[in-house]
């Protein structure tokens, strides 16, 4: 069972930044793909972006140019820096990783806000 904590949430105006990070209970070089996923009110949770353990990352195209996913193996941790942030950003962010042991388990974080005025 791996645990995920996320940090870096709030409210942030239109055109700002933040940063997400979400640090893994046990050594992220076991976890396949490590990534961050959000929710709006309403809406279905989809993927932001995520990046495998030899470094390859995927992203939703509305954020490509604007964030950037990456792995800290020394801290266990992925981060999400979001730049260029808009309304439309508004959701909560979920940490995600996914395990293939044969077959794949995926764990969740809790969730963490992020709120963009505009």
């Known amino acids: 069972q791996v645990q995920l904590v996320e940090s870096g949430g709030g409210l942030v105006q239109a055109g700002g930044s933040l940063r997400l990070s979400c640090v893994a209970s046990?050594?992220?070089?076991?976890?396949?793909?490590m990534g961050w996923y959000r929710q709006a009110p309403g809406k279905t949770r989809e993927l932001v972006a995520a990046?495998?353990?030899?470094?390859?990352?995927r992203y939703k195209d509305s954020v490509k140019g604007r964030f950037a996913v990456s792995r800290d193996g020394a801290k266990n941790s992925v981060e999400l820096q979001m730049n260029s942030l808009n309304p439309d950003d508004t959701a909560v962010y979920y940490c995600?990783?996914?395990?293939?042991?044969?077959?794949?388990?995926?764990?969740w974080g809790q969730g963490t806000q992020v709120t963009v005025s505009s």
């Open positions: 995600n990783a996914k395990i293939f042991l044969g077959v794949w388990y995926v764990y």
């Open positions: 046990e050594n992220t070089n076991t976890i396949n793909e």
């Open positions: 990046v495998t353990a030899d470094g390859t990352a």
